[in-house]
């Protein structure tokens, strides 16, 4: 069974606009951590942003927060005021206590003009 | 300087060819990993190492060898390449905290 859906293949924002790409995770572990990264064309990985899931709070960073909904078992991205340069792959992805890492099948972002 | 190389970025080799790809960092982490990716499945972990003696099996290790040389170098080895792991290569690094990885710049391989 898959441990991350990533449902959105690609998705389209206009510069400035906010814009939110789901995640869905599957895990009975208690403790585990949520990530998001980006991979422009250039093919590198970017971490964002991290979420424990002992974390009371949703995490931020800069542009990006992530909307934790524990008992929907969702980490949904939110990028505010889109960039050209978000135009990217944007992978969740989770890490359980078997120390195991997986990663959904991304998401393509492209910002418009 | 990156903090985390790959050696070679990009290589086309033969079926049956035996094949490394080498991993170094400077962040000083003692995690390891290494992913492929393949065109819509995503990252998918080979194998996976938290110091030097330990060394681990990931979703994906068949016809994939590991090293763990020291605390900064991770390579991965293919005995004997097939065409179907022509992917993109990926080493990352943690420090076993928040566990964030921090990815080296892939490696294309091609297997013929």
């Known amino acids: 069974a898959q441990k991350i859906t990533q449902t959105q293949p690609g998705m389209f924002v206009q510069e400035k606009e906010a814009v939110t790409l789901d995640c869905t995770y599957d895990t009975s572990d208690p403790s585990y951590g949520l990530f998001w990264y980006k991979q422009p064309s250039s093919g590198e990985m970017i971490f964002l942003i991290y979420q424990g899931s002992y974390d009371q709070q949703n995490a931020t960073e800069g542009r990006y927060s992530l909307n934790f909904q524990k008992a929907r078992k969702s980490a949904n991205l939110v990028i505010s005021a889109s960039q050209l340069g978000d135009s990217a792959m944007y992978f969740c992805?989770?890490?359980?206590?078997?120390?195991?890492?997986?990663f959904g099948t991304g998401t393509s972002l492209t910002v418009i003009p | 300087d990156a903090d985390v190389t790959q050696t070679p970025r990009n290589r086309i080799t033969k079926t049956g060819k035996r094949i490394m790809l080498e991993c170094s960092q400077t962040?000083?982490?003692?995690?390891m990993y290494w992913y492929r990716q393949d065109p819509g499945l995503g990252l998918r972990l080979i194998y996976y190492s938290f110091d030097v003696k330990d060394i681990n099996k990931g979703e994906i290790s068949d016809g994939y060898s590991v090293s763990r040389q020291a605390q900064a170098k991770f390579s991965l080895s293919l005995e004997s390449a097939i065409p179907n792991q022509t992917a993109l290569y990926f080493c990352?690094?943690?420090?076993?905290?928040?566990?964030?990885?921090?990815f080296g710049p892939g490696t294309r391989l091609l297997v013929l």
């Open positions: 962040k000083g982490h003692d995690r």
């Open positions: 992805a989770m890490i359980d206590t078997g120390n195991q890492f997986y």
């Open positions: 990352a690094t943690s420090d076993g905290l928040r566990e964030t990885q921090y």
